[in-house]
């Protein structure tokens, strides 16, 4: 047993050689051991080059260099990214002291761009203390000098724009100017005062800002954030005045900027939606795509389709003098652009329906739709608002006798043609309730009347005898064969109605016929029948066109949203001009006749309507009027006013004139 011990030892020493050289002796291991020891070595360092720690031990360097320090001030300006580091070889050198090991770094600053990959070799060497690695900073990105240290910096794409039909910009870069309170500049004291301060200046100079909302935003930030109140358009007189006369407020910094911004600051708000910086929910769910300061849609179309419009983020990193400000290009990944995204809106219509509207206090809209291709042209929203964003979209109403023409077209689907003789007593009773016509209504049209002049003049009576022959179910399918039904067209955030599938009672049946009870429309869902009655046919609309009408990703704003089945019985040609004539009566000696009265631009086709609804015990009425002319169908809703004829009547005078003004 000794004895065997005895010759491994002596097997042991036997593999070793004791070589002179330098200032002491060095074991130099010989075959598998020495490949073994030099590649630990190599894989130590790649670890610790990747952790970020560089282990000292692990390097031998000039006196009073420590590598460790070294390494921290190089990648200091790399942002806190760490690269993945890997062994890819180790190549003995012809001295048996001496080896290289090649690394492999790959730097990810942009996780959707090409990373920074590059080799690099680091000459080891055995010393006294073993294996060692020289320090260099080449041992770190390749010619690196000791004089220079890394820096990256995140290349910005260019913002994609919102354009309108003909390519007209809706929504695009412009300087502007953030307006908001920089608390840094502020005592504790003071914050309140200034922020309440300059809101209501920006308010009284045009941008609307709610003081109490913005006063809390400001206390919640941080001690020194700049928290912005306002972004004001440069090349708008009014907004650049507005940022001058603030600026010497206590307490407000003002920033020049480049944002993406629609041609006003009201101009289809609520569907083109804002462009801000990334909130910390939308850096963390983007795995790396956003960062923190980077601009992202942060509502409406900005929202539903950031990916196209954001583009993608490049880098360059460069070696920067330690001293001084020299720099050389190591890595140049340019940035992606975002693309355009088109939409069908026209912009003299949507600024011109947006200027009728203006005035108008309660929440109204005007929404006109091309019928030959569904084209969507407007899309606008008064001020006035029942707690939506977009009234025109999102704001269901009782549609009144506007919904006669869904009604109408299940009474055709019965055999009725316009000259169908129907009975319209001065009311009804169904059920134990009594049904009324409207007040005012004309006592020439009362009795057995030709249906057109009952559609004309909107007798209730008339349609309300029709509720025991037509169906809760066929008026649904009326609805949908009108498009009623539909969603709204991608790039939409909204709705077009409820039509219950079943009435809880004969009195709730009977009310649907007349747009009552539990029918809710919003103005886009009746602009849709309207269009798909000017057609002939069914009309599905459009808003985005081209790459842009494709399917968002997964989990948008914008993809929960899928077309609704279609229609078992979409709208025939001739229903249509049944449909037709019955409107076109509303013009010529109906209600609608004095309101519309000289409009320009040929034959009109109308119907108005008027939905009641108690406010505090006090009537109150939903006004609707919807049209046809040429290639346009349009409705028109304003939420609480007398008439459709005479609150509504004036407003769509007023855009098909602008209209044909073009």
């Known amino acids: 047993m000794p004895r065997r011990r005895t010759i491994v030892i002596a097997a042991v020493v036997a593999a070793a050689l004791l070589v002179a050289g330098g200032g002491g002796g060095y074991l130099v291991w010989k075959g598998g051991e020495n490949a073994r020891l030099q590649r630990t070595l190599a894989e130590k360092l790649a670890a610790s080059l990747a952790s970020g720690t560089i282990v000292d031990a692990y390097f031998h360097a000039t006196p009073g260099t420590a590598p460790s320090v070294e390494y921290a001030t190089i990648v200091k300006g790399m942002g806190g990214i760490k690269p993945a580091v890997t062994v890819t070889g180790v190549k003995p050198g012809s001295d048996a002291r001496y080896a290289d090991a090649a690394l492999h770094y790959v730097w990810t600053p942009s996780p959707t761009q090409e990373p920074w990959a590059y080799d690099v070799t680091v000459p080891l060497q055995l010393t006294a203390d073993g294996w060692l690695a020289s320090w260099s900073a080449s041992a770190v990105a390749p010619d690196l000098k000791d004089t220079e240290r890394l820096l990256v910096n995140r290349l910005a794409p260019a913002r994609g724009s919102i354009l309108g039909s003909g390519g007209t910009p809706l929504a695009f870069n412009q300087p502007a100017i953030r307006v908001g309170i920089d608390k840094s500049r502020l005592d504790a004291a003071a914050v309140d005062p200034a922020a309440r301060a300059l809101a209501a200046a920006l308010t009284a100079a045009g941008t609307a800002v709610n003081a109490d909302t913005y006063a809390g935003k400001v206390a919640a930030a941080g001690a020194k954030a700049f928290v912005e109140a306002a972004v004001l358009r440069v090349k708008d007189p009014k907004q650049a005045a507005a940022a001058a006369a603030v600026k010497s407020l206590p307490g407000v910094n003002s920033l020049q900027v480049t944002r993406a911004l629609g041609l006003s600051s009201s101009f289809l708000r609520p569907i083109l939606g804002q462009v801000g910086e990334a909130s910390a929910d939308a850096v963390a769910a983007s795995g790396g795509k956003i960062v923190a300061g980077d601009l992202v849609g942060t509502g409406g179309l900005q929202l539903a389709r950031d990916e196209v419009l954001r583009g993608s983020a490049g880098y360059v990193v460069q070696a920067i003098l330690r001293e001084g400000s020299q720099a050389r290009d190591l890595k140049r990944v340019v940035a992606v652009d975002g693309k355009d995204v088109t939409t069908t809106i026209d912009a003299r219509l949507q600024t011109a329906a947006e200027s009728i509207l203006a005035n108008t206090t309660p929440a109204s809209a005007i929404v006109a739709i091309r019928p030959s291709d569904g084209a969507v042209l407007t899309i606008a929203s008064g001020p006035g608002s029942d707690g939506v964003a977009s009234t025109a979209t999102q704001a269901l109403y009782e549609p009144g006798s506007t919904f006669k023409t869904v009604s109408g077209l299940a009474m055709i689907r019965h055999g009725l043609t316009p000259t169908s ?118 009309v599905t609309p459009v808003f985005l066109t081209g790459d842009a009408a494709a399917p968002p990703a997964s989990g948008s704003p914008s993809a929960a949203a899928s077309a609704a089945p279609a229609p078992a019985n979409p709208i025939t040609a001739a229903e249509a001009e049944y449909l037709r004539t019955l409107m076109r009566g509303v013009v010529t000696e109906g209600t609608a006749s004095s309101a519309l009265a000289g409009t320009p631009g040929g034959e009109i086709m109308a119907k108005t309507g008027t939905a009641t609804f108690m406010v505090n015990g006090t009537q109150h009425w939903h006004t609707w009027l919807i049209a046809i002319q040429g290639d346009l169908a349009v409705s028109v809703l304003v939420a609480d006013g007398d008439f459709g004829a005479t609150t509504c009547g004036p407003l769509l005078k007023a855009f098909l004139t602008a209209v044909n003004a073009g």
């Open 421 to 538: 003789t129907l009975e319209c007593p001065a009311s009804i009773t169904i059920d134990g309730y009594t049904f009324n016509n409207d007040d005012g209504y004309p006592s020439s049209a009362l009795g057995s009347i030709p249906w057109t002049t009952a559609f004309a003049h909107s007798c209730n009576t008339a349609v309300l005898g029709q509720a025991a022959t037509v169906t809760q179910a066929e008026i649904v399918s009326a609805a949908a064969g009108l498009g009623l039904t539909q969603s709204v067209p991608a790039g939409v955030i909204g709705t077009t109605s409820r039509v219950p599938a079943e009435a809880s009672s004969a009195t709730e049946h009977a009310a649907s016929l007349i747009g009552q009870g539990k029918v809710l429309t919003t103005p886009f869902g009746m602009a849709n029948v309207a269009a798909s009655i000017g057609k002939g046919g069914l």
